[in-house]
């Protein structure tokens, strides 16, 4: 299936000149859905991954597919101020100030095998901190997988160091 | 499985007095993770469900592994301006204030089996927001299912006319 087919493009969203590549209506076609979980497991299959990191809100969709179809766990990386035990932060940069992001200190364990994933690689600005995350936490990162990659912005080239999948790419 | 010995209390978050019911201990663990998916599914194959509707952001988790394990589509309800086409909106109270939910107009077409799904219920007024958002767009609900209900909050009694399910409950 050309899963491309399904996202929907939406010009000057959040702001002009901005297209928003609108990933709702793929998640709602229940066939591009078991197409994409698929493709992605596939992957990553064999692989031992022990944990699936989703990032706030929608790179969560896909990790706990994808924890699911693995049997690994699945840890979530949020905004400052949502996860309620003890943190590890990184801040980073948005085009305009910054934010933060955290994981739980016990999500995961020394040497285990760690897949991040996402819904789309822009600037590669916040999968870099969440990959510092798990750096941080001795996590082996195996993989960083994405629905889609906009390759007319630096993420790639940022996150050059780790094994990029992707189903999807934009050349413009 | 108990999921509920999964299930980390953490007292004072976010605000003193509550006991926030962390489900992240839950997913990190595979086995708990495989035991939840599995019977939050069970539970409802068989009832041709077209789509499974995620509260932002936990909620995305569940809605995505039980829309793939049903074969169904997935749905996002969000909070005010995060999605960026046409959307239905409702209102509803919080303890201090009011939020917006939102849905995409087109995410669901009349008659669809809808089942609904967050991690938590406490006093229901996500849910109930979510759920007119849905039947504002057709949609029949078929369920409602929560990873953890708060019974002695009055979210039971403020969703008595669905079709409640939850894996694991709290009396006090």
Redesign the interface.
Known sequence: MNLKKKI?N?PD??QKGII?R?I??L????EA??DM?RKLAEKFRGQKI??VV?I???G??????L???L??????V?KK?????KTESEEFDLEYGKAVLEI?K??IQPGEKVLLVDDVLATGGTMAAAAKLVERLKGKIIGVAFLIILDYLPGRERLKDYNLFSLVSYQK
């Open positions: 929907r939406i969203f959040p928003f609108d709702a209506p998640l709602e076609d229940k859905l078991q979980a022990d944990k989703g706030d809100a929608r969560f969709i896909l990790a706990g597919i924890a699911d179809r049997g690994a766990g699945m840890v979530m949020r101020g949502k996860l309620p035990s739980h016990d999500s």
